[in-house]
């Protein structure tokens, strides 16, 4: 009994120590985000990195989800003959939900695993050292871009993938179910807010922030070796992964509790 209670208590421990580690560096890397000088350069290469190159996979994953809703909402209000509001649920679940879960979750897997190899190669390889003997703060020019970056470019990420969801399920609605074009757009605006538009962007706007600072935090920290850099990379992408579907309860609650 004493060494399971002795267990639990070295994890509880442990796991308080993690998340003071975590906030000490969410606060530096804030604070660096705000005070010169500011490496342009690097903040224009992650905003590539991060929204261009993210594009293809969000659009891929958001137009067949939209299809498949369109889809599944069909054949389960057909039971209730409730088939004139498939466009209504379609745009409602892409632009709250999955548009910036789904959107949140594919570049947590592509680039909080990319910030967390390429960070963690830079610690392996000393490089991170010979910035700090260079007089370049390692916090203010490798993770602050990546942290501005990632707040700016998802939600504009989640916007695209916003239309081209709600567009997935209008062509498997007219072109599949039979709808009329008119009709069922007409639908899908009659019940569209301002402010599903704004959760979802809000929505991405943090985990934007929680992939790049988890990438960032878990190849800074990153363990000696080739090993150390591979689990940082798995670290960074399912703390980052879990932290999305935690704060999404979190920012719907705040916005509908």
């Known amino acids: 009994m004493i060494a399971f209670l002795q267990n639990i208590g070295r994890t509880s421990l442990a796991f308080l120590a993690a998340i003071g580690r975590i906030a000490l560096f969410t606060g530096a890397a804030i604070r660096w985000t705000v005070f010169p000088p500011f490496y342009l350069r690097q903040l224009g290469r992650q905003i590539i990195d991060i929204g261009y190159f993210s594009l293809p996979v969000v659009g891929l994953t958001t137009l067949f989800s939209g299809m498949v809703l369109a889809l599944q909402s069909y054949t389960g209000f057909a039971r209730f003959s409730a088939e004139d509001t498939v466009a209504t649920v379609v745009v409602l679940s892409v632009t709250r939900e999955l548009g910036p879960v789904l959107a949140g979750l594919m570049v947590a897997g592509r680039i909080g695993a990319s910030m967390a190899a390429e960070i963690g190669t830079m610690r392996v390889t000393d490089q991170i050292d010979a910035l700090d003997t260079l007089s370049t703060r390692p916090m203010q020019y490798l993770v602050a871009p990546r942290l501005l970056a990632g707040t700016i470019c998802l939600p504009f990420l989640v916007l695209i993938g916003d239309l081209i969801g709600v567009f997935g399920g209008y062509l498997v609605g007219v072109y599949r179910l039979g709808f009329n074009p008119s009709i069922y757009l007409s639908r899908t605006l009659e019940y569209l807010e301002i402010s599903d538009i704004t959760l979802g962007l809000v929505k991405a706007a943090v985990f934007g922030f929680l992939i790049a600072l988890m990438g960032c935090y878990h190849g800074y920290h990153s363990g000696r070796g080739a090993e150390g850099v591979g ?22 609650a705040l916005f509908f509790g």
Request: charged share 5%; aromatic share 4%.
């Open 231 to 252: 689990r940082a990379t798995t670290n960074a992408v399912v703390s980052a992964s879990i932290l999305i579907l935690i704060s999404n309860y979190i920012v719907t």
